[in-house]
């Protein structure tokens, strides 16, 4: 008796234990999720075995288009799974309650709809039945004004219904959840910005180069790798932008450790001639990568360079609703800037324009005003490189 007494005290410490380590193991793959969102089918799958589910899913609900943006599942029917954003999500009797329901809070299906009233709903009869569920526990974990991120599980009619034991289990959990889900969100919001200045960046009509501060290359777009092909210019060595006329490198090098050492260097606007005899206008500005998500394997505490190499011939376009918007330029002002960059003199603008050169005068000293300048070539590089700075 003494004996069988120590087997079951004994054994219902392992239970204790295994329960631990069960637990300990879902949570981390909870937090692994939130760095992989492949890893959430594995997240969903573990609950369900941990609260002897049929079947399990986590879906990013919009409640604008009552359709999901995002669904991972276990033990769900893909094709049915799909006819639900198309049409089940639109007669689902839950997504009303689950609209309401506090972040955080878990409840098991009963305790918001009798089971009889679902039992004769065609979201049942049609999607839920054909699947081998009848009855669910969950809850929304994210909400904002567009939708919420909700997760449940189901059982069949033949297990019993969830009750607050389940509750509680479940809710061991929701801590978690909601801070990987919230890792995941800051991820995709970094990643989209970092898609769209990739892409700004990469289609810009001038060659860009991003430097480290020991000058070596770390990014560059498409206009640059041209202009590395061509040739006639530059060319990167050891992850080092050079350029062949020696005397042109020995400024553009010059210029580099300059604005390396002395981040308020002004004088960082260089014009180097290629083998064709045609001119090109470079500036060299430094840049913190600490406020850009683009390079984010950089330490975050380590500034870089950024050069800008503009043929003479190409017409610059400025974008209007940032010159506004930095610089506070009225329609007038930008035109204005947009021919200075452009290499026009004062004479020049004031014909094409169809006004006075006295206007035109006036109109520059309040650029320079606004710019904080004092004179057109730094009234120029300022424009362009805060505007670069800008995308």
């Known amino acids: 008796m003494i004996l069988f007494s120590l087997f079951l005290v004994n054994f219902h410490k392992y239970l204790i234990m295994a329960n631990e380590q069960q637990t300990a193991s879902i949570i981390d793959t909870i937090y692994q999720a939130s760095l992989d969102l492949s890893l959430w089918e594995d997240v969903v799958k573990k609950l369900a075995e941990e609260l002897c589910a049929h079947s399990s899913m986590l879906r990013v609900f919009d409640d604008n288009y009552r359709s999901y943006n995002y669904f991972v599942s276990y033990g769900y029917d893909k094709g049915i799974q799909k006819q639900y954003g198309e049409y089940f999500a639109h007669i689902d009797p839950i997504q009303d309650v689950l609209r309401d329901m506090p972040d955080g809070l878990v409840l098991p299906q009963h305790a918001v709809m ?125 992850q080092k932008v050079h350029f062949f006329n020696p005397i042109d490198n020995h400024k553009f090098q010059t210029t580099l450790a300059s604005v390396v050492k002395h981040s308020d260097h002004e004088d960082n606007y260089i014009s180097l001639q290629d083998d064709n005899g045609k001119f090109h206008h470079i500036f060299v500005f430094p840049i913190n990568f600490e406020k850009s998500e683009m390079f984010n394997e950089i330490n975050s505490y380590q500034n870089g360079v950024m050069v800008g190499i503009f043929p003479e011939t190409n017409t610059i376009k400025l974008n209007s609703k940032l010159c506004k918007q930095v610089f ?29 050169l006295n206007t035109v005068k006036s109109q520059l000293k309040t650029l320079f005003k606004k710019t904080e300048t004092q004179s057109q070539s730094a009234l120029v590089q300022c424009v362009l490189s805060q505007l670069i700075k800008e995308i």
């Open 328 to 356: 506070g330029f009225t329609h007038s002002e930008f035109e204005v800037s947009q021919h200075l960059v452009n290499g026009n003199s004062l004479e020049r603008i004031a014909r094409i324009r169809g006004v006075t």
């Open 114 to 238: 009798s089971m009889k009233d679902f039992y004769r709903t065609e979201f049942y009869n049609d999607y839920a039945k054909p699947q081998g569920f009848s009855h669910t526990i969950g809850g929304v974990f994210l909400k904002d004004k567009n939708g919420s991120v909700q997760f449940g599980m189901q059982r069949t009619r033949r297990q019993p219904l969830y009750d607050q034991y389940d509750v509680s289990k479940l809710k061991l959990f929701v801590p978690h959840l909601k801070r990987a889900i919230s890792f995941n969100k800051k991820i995709y919001e970094c990643n989209a910005v970092n898609r769209n200045l990739e892409t700004a960046i990469s289609h810009m009509p001038f060659a860009v180069f991003f430097l480290n501060i020991q000058g070596k290359v770390i990014g560059l777009n498409i206009k640059a790798e041209e202009l590395i092909i061509d040739g006639r210019l530059i060319n990167v060595f050891n």
